[in-house]
């Protein structure tokens, strides 16, 4: 069964950072390509960041390039976010999803985590 | 990277159809087939209902279906069911930035 396990949420200042972990089970990590949606508070859902499946091509949404990156650890089956210069308006649930192919592009996120939520707050 | 447009709500009774519009532009919705759907009810991780357009992954009730036409693409849901109200969003690739979700649409079953 597949699993998607979002840490790393939590309380961060403005101009803070915060990293987030994806620890992903279930099928071969590096053969599946990665995204990071979030869906702030009331509202719909945001496409953050997609990272391939060999973690050589990432990209990012307008919101958040240059403040953003995106990296995984195929050895530990982990995908990660790290957020700096975060600002009131990233305050969301952060969902990591799994896309059916090891290249970004296709936009079929198959698998989805429960997702984890970043407050950012004085 | 502007949201694509969906309808902010969609209503139906038990048994009818209802269909919800996803309007995008010729830099997404308009060039590529690769629209997908997603049903999210509240509290929940989203679920792929429709990908490629058309494609219902496997598990995915045959009530669900997809089609495109121009820079609008529509999700009709058949035969409506109780367990179908949820949030529905809609994706595509753009050229501009990746991927784009639509404004989402929320679906109530009267």
């Known amino acids: 069964e597949v699993q998607l396990l979002e840490s790393g949420g939590g309380l961060v200042q403005p101009g803070g950072s915060l990293r987030l972990s994806c620890v992903g089970s279930?099928?071969?990590?590096?053969?599946?390509?990665m995204s990071w949606v979030r869906q702030a508070p009331g509202k719909g859902l945001e496409w953050v960041s997609a990272?391939?499946?060999?973690?050589?091509?990432?990209y990012f949404g307008d919101s958040v390039k240059g403040r953003f990156t995106t990296s995984r650890d195929n050895s530990k089956n982990t995908l990660y976010l790290q957020m700096n210069s975060l600002r009131a308006e990233d305050t969301a649930i952060y969902f990591c999803?799994?896309?059916?192919?090891?290249?970004?592009?296709?936009?079929?996120?198959?698998?989805w985590g429960q997702g984890t939520l970043v407050t950012v707050s004085s | 990277q502007s949201a694509l447009t969906q309808p902010a709500s969609v209503s139906g009774s038990p048994g009818q159809s209802i269909t919800i519009s996803c309007t995008g532009t010729?830099?997404?919705?308009?060039?590529?087939?690769?629209v997908s759907w997603y049903q999210k009810h509240p509290g929940e991780a989203p679920k792929l209902v429709i990908h490629d357009v058309t494609t219902r992954p496997s598990g995915v009730s045959n009530r669900f279906s997809g089609s495109k036409s121009g820079n609008t693409a529509s999700l009709t849901i058949s035969g409506l069911q109780a367990e179908d109200e949820a949030d529905y969003y809609c994706s595509s690739f753009t050229s501009s930035s990746l991927y784009v979700f639509g404004t989402g649409t929320k679906v109530t079953v009267l």
């Open positions: 990272i391939s499946g060999s973690g050589y091509s990432s």
């Open positions: 279930g099928y071969t990590f590096d053969t599946s390509a």
């Open positions: 010729s830099s997404d919705v308009g060039v590529y087939n690769y």
């Open positions: 999803a799994k896309e059916d192919s090891r290249i970004v592009g296709n936009n079929r996120m198959d698998y």
